[in-house]
Structure formats: structure tokens, C-alpha cells
């Protein structure tokens, strides 16, 4: 199937040709008639699906075919909501790329900047809104923004908005709504607060579900190093060293331990940056534009500041910290291997998050491959012998003491030490 298939307009495709994009990716392929045909949607997918051309080309489309002659004032006919400063510029950026023949203007607001060019790009009249919930709020209270013209809603990452705390504020904006209107809701999880969200949102709708498993392992080569909590950044440190001028992006579980790991990277000549909450759009933003750029080979990043992170030829992807949402791991090695590339994922996991471990391989349905041969794998061994022989009130798990004498090293025959990255694995665009 082709994206004229789908009823595309000819602008549109041209637009989608300049991207490189020919054939729809599974969730486009489901959403796109559905979106186009005026129904609320419910998408359930992660980043790296496609799913951002999947509601952006069907809205680009409609205002298109619906806009009034030259000369009237525009008005806000699209509202895109999403909880990070990144991921709402990567939308902006992937609504000017599909929209470039048709005119229809976009901007984006988020909070952490001062507000004079949004509310100057809002007063010259937008067609599409991108926003990050609290700068939304902030300039609707201050008259910039009025959402009684807006046609279609879409919320983008739900399950991570009430991560962030946003419940509130989304309830806000959606009681400023109006009634008549095409809503689309998309999260990666759907747990019981996200299904009484999305009630609220959505009326007559279609639901689309892309599974993770689709979406990442089969083209990501995983790895997990069984590692002391001690010797992780020793271990980081090992690997980078083993392939210098590779590109890494490096998950850490909290912004202390993010800042923590690029200290001890500069200790050993290892230049890196830190994005997460607490640091200032400008260093965010500047140390994002490093890494694509090429200027800086290692971000480290917490999974909500790595939302929208969208870059090509990334070599590798490292969870520091293995999460404990199975579903955040699928979305983090997502971030290499997309589209049509493969890539290099390799987690680190220490004995407390051997559960962690377990979840993630039932849901990708496949064991992650030991790499049994390291510099500080004898140390974690040690370590873990250490703590089975003073007994299970050493465990801070309780799940964990019932399989703390089950090991699974001795299925596996390490390879190497390290990995044997590539850079030129990834030649292909990301898809959100």
C-alpha cells in the first residue's frame, strides 16, 4: 500500500516524497482512513511508529481542504497536546515538513522560555497548535489563546502526561474544548487512569493498537551486561573507550544519577551532557542539537526529557538504569533501530534489578542475550554470593528473594568484552 492509496492529497505527497517516506508504517496504514473519514481515534503505540504523520497528514489534509479564501484571520483549527518542550518541537517540525505545499501554519509553545515570540507567532494567526500543557494554560488565562475554533484535539503521549503530574491541567483544557470536534488520543500504556481519560476525550471512536514487540525488538540487537550498581559508570566508561567516535544515548533512571554519570565521564575524557527536567530549554536544547549535529557523541537523558529525541545514525543505546515499566525499555531502544535500520541496545543490570529484567523479556517474548565477558563481571558475581549467603532479609525486593538462587548465566557463552557498534547501521530517517 502507498500513501495515494490512503487518499492523500497530491500536495501532501510531494511533501511525503521530500521525506523520504513511500509506503505507510502499520499504525499510518490503520489510521490515516479512519482520521480522514472524521472519527475519533484511540492509538495505542509507542514513538517510532509513525505515529505523528499518522494524525498529522490526515489534520494537514482536512484544513486544507476546508480553509477560507486569502484575506480571513486564522484560527487555531488543530490543537496538539504533549508533555515535553522536545517531542512538541518535533511535531511542529514533522506538521511544517507534511504541510510545506499547503500553506497551513503551525507553531509551537512550552513553557521555560519567555513567552514574546510565541505570543507574537499567536497573534499573526496559526492554523495548528503544538503545546506542552502549562504554557497552554498560561496563555489562555492571558487572553493569547482561545480554543473555541479548534476542530481537532489531539493528546499525544497520555500515559506520560500524568506521569509528569499533568492531570489537572489536561482536565483544564479539555473542559475548553468545544463539544463538536475530532478528538485523538494516543498513549503507550493504558493503564486504568488513561482509560478514564481517554472516555472523557474521545465520543464515537475507532481504536488502533501497534504492540510494542512489533515496533522494536526484531531489528535492535539487545544486550545486558550483569553488572555491580558500583561499576555501571566503570563499565560505561569500558565500552565508550572500546568504540570512540560511536554515538550513545544513555538513559538514567534519575536526574541526580544523569548528572552523576557525566561527571565521571569527564574524569575519564569522555565528553557528555545531561538533559532532564531541571535543566534550562536553552542547555536542553543546545546539548540536543550537539548530538544530532555530531558535535557531542554521548547524551545522557531521564525518559521524559528523551521523549522526542529523533536522531539519525544513532549507534547506541544504553540503559544505565534497566527501568521498571517494561514498556519504557521497548520505548527507549526505540530510539535506535528505527524505521528500517537496526541498532544496538545494551542494558546494564544489577542484582536488584534482575525482576526488571524478567518483566521486559516477557513482554518482548525473548530472552535478552548475556554478554558474559567483561572486566567487572567477576566483581558482580562476588557480590551476588555475597548477599545470597546473609540470607533474604538483605533484599529489598521481596520478589526478588524467592529467585535469588536462579541464575541463567550458564545458558550463555559470552562473546566479547564490549559491543562491536557500527555507525553506519542507521541510515534511515526516524519516524517521529
Known amino acids: ?34 482520521l480522514l473519514g472524521g472519527k475519533d481515534l484511540l492509538g495505542v503505540a509507542q514513538t517510532g511508529t509513525g505515529k505523528t504523520a499518522a494524525f498529522a497528514v490526515p489534520i494537514i489534509q482536512h484544513i486544507y481542504n476546508d480553509q477560507l479564501p486569502h484575506g480571513h484571520s486564522r484560527k487555531i483549527k488543530a490543537l496538539v497536546v504533549t508533555p515535553t518542550r522536545e517531542l512538541a518541537i518535533q511535531i511542529g517540525e514533522s506538521f511544517t515538513a507534511y504541510g510545506k505545499f499547503t500553506g497551513i501554519k503551525n507553531t509551537v509553545i512550552f513553557g521555560g522560555v519567555k513567552q514574546g515570540k510565541q505570543t507574537q507567532a499567536l497573534r499573526n494567526g496559526v492554523d495548528v497548535l503544538i503545546a506542552t500543557p502549562g504554557r497552554l494554560l498560561d496563555l489562555m488565562n492571558q487572553g493569547y ?81 550483569f553488572v555491580s550498581k558500583g561499576n555501571k559508570v566503570n563499565l560505561l566508561v569500558h565500552l565508550l573507550q572500546e568504540q570512540p567516535g560511536s554515538s550513545a544515548l544513555v538513559f538514567s533512571r534519575t536526574k541526580h544519577g544523569a548528572n552523576k554519570i557525566v561527571k565521571k565521564l569527564g574524569q575519564a575524557d569522555i565528553s557528555s551532557a545531561a538533559i532532564h527536567g531541571n535543566k534550562s530549554q536553552t542547555a536542553r ?86 554478554m558474559l565477558e567483561h572486566p567487572f563481571l567477576e566483581e558482580f558475581q562476588e557480590e551476588s554470593k555475597s548477599q545470597r549467603d546473609q540470607g533474604p532479609q538483605r533484599h529489598k525486593n521481596p520478589n526478588q528473594s524467592q529467585n535469588r538462587n536462579r541464575s541463567r548465566n550458564s545458558n550463555y557463552r559470552g562473546k566479547s568484552s564490549g559491543y562491536r557498534g557500527n555507525s553506519n547501521r542507521n541510515k534511515s530517517r526516524g519516524r517521529d
Open 145 to 225: 489563546i482561545s480554543l473555541k475554533d479548534v476542530e481537532f484535539a489531539v493528546l499525544d503521549e497520555a500515559d506520560h502526561m500524568l506521569d509528569m503530574g499533568f492531570i489537572h491541567d489536561i482536565k483544564k483544557i479539555i473542559a475548553k474544548l468545544p463539544q463538536k470536534r475530532q478528538s485523538l488520543f494516543f498513549s503507550a500504556t493504558m493503564p486504568k487512569d488513561i482509560v478514564e481519560l481517554s472516555r472523557k476525550i474521545l465520543g464515537d471512536f475507532e481504536r488502533v493498537t501497534v504492540k510494542p514487540e512489533q515496533a522494536t525488538a526484531e531489528k535492535v540487537e539487545q544486550l545486558v551486561y
Open 1 to 34: 500500500m502507498t500513501f495515494k492509496d490512503l487518499g492523500i492529497i497530491e500536495p501532501i505527497l510531494r511533501a511525503l516524497e521530500l521525506e523520504g517516506y513511500t509506503h505507510p508504517t502499520p499504525i499510518q496504514e490503520q489510521a490515516v482512513p479512519i
Open 285 to 370: 536544547q543546545k546539548a540536543l542539537g550537539d548530538f544530532k549535529d555530531g558535535k557531542l557523541k554521548v547524551l545522557i537523558a531521564t525518559d521524559i526529557a528523551a521523549r522526542g529525541i529523533d536522531v539519525d545514525n544513532l549507534s547506541l543505546v544504553v540503559n544505565f538504569d534497566l527501568p521498571n515499566v517494561p514498556e519504557t525499555y521497548v520505548h527507549r531502544i526505540g530510539r535506535t533501530g528505527r524505521a528500517s535500520a537496526s541498532g544496538i541496545a545494551i542494558s546494564f543490570c544489577d542484582r536488584e534489578e534482575r525482576p526488571y529484567l524478567r518483566d521486559i523479556e516477557k513482554l518482548i517474548k525473548q530472552e535478552v542475550p548475556r
